[in-house]
Nanobody, 126 residues
Framework: QVQLVESGGDSVQSGGSLRLSCVTP????????MAWFRQAPGKDREGVAH???????TYADSLKGRFSISRDNAENMVFLQIDSLKSEDTAMYYC????????????????????WGQGTQVTVSS
């Protein structure tokens, strides 16, 4: 069973920043599109961003500007930097790997991502 492991979630004040990390088994990470999703209580899982193996990134239109996805191919890790945190950013954040290798999908549909972590909780208080 493929295991993606997220970390870095925390309880923070609004306006703060967090850097989430996800470590992925090498064979899963290599040449594969990686993404971050989030899910707030009572809401559907929402795509935040994805990044291909060459570090070309795509962001959800509604979330551009405060989120930055990056990856370290040598360490098999993907990161999500979140700045100027708002209460509406409160959610469980999940790392995911795309179902096939070589490219990223055109959008951020959770159904297209085969491998998932257990999530890391981000809670923002005002």
């Amino acid at each position: 069973q493929v295991q993606l492991v997220e970390s870095g979630g925390d309880s923070v004040q609004s306006g703060g920043s967090l850097r989430l990390s996800c470590v992925t088994p090498r064979d899963t990470f290599r040449n594969r599109c990686m993404a971050w999703f989030r899910q707030a209580p009572g809401k559907d899982r929402e795509g935040v961003a994805h990044i291909n193996t060459w570090s070309d990134a795509t962001y959800a239109d509604s979330l551009k500007g405060r989120f930055s996805i990056s990856r370290d191919n040598a360490e098999n890790m993907v990161f999500l930097q979140i700045d100027s945190l708002k209460s509406e950013d409160t959610a469980m954040y999940y790392c995911a790997a795309f179902s096939v290798t070589g490219y990223c999908p055109s959008d951020l549909n959770p159904a297209d991502f085969r491998y998932w972590g257990q999530g890391t909780q981000v809670t923002v208080s005002s």
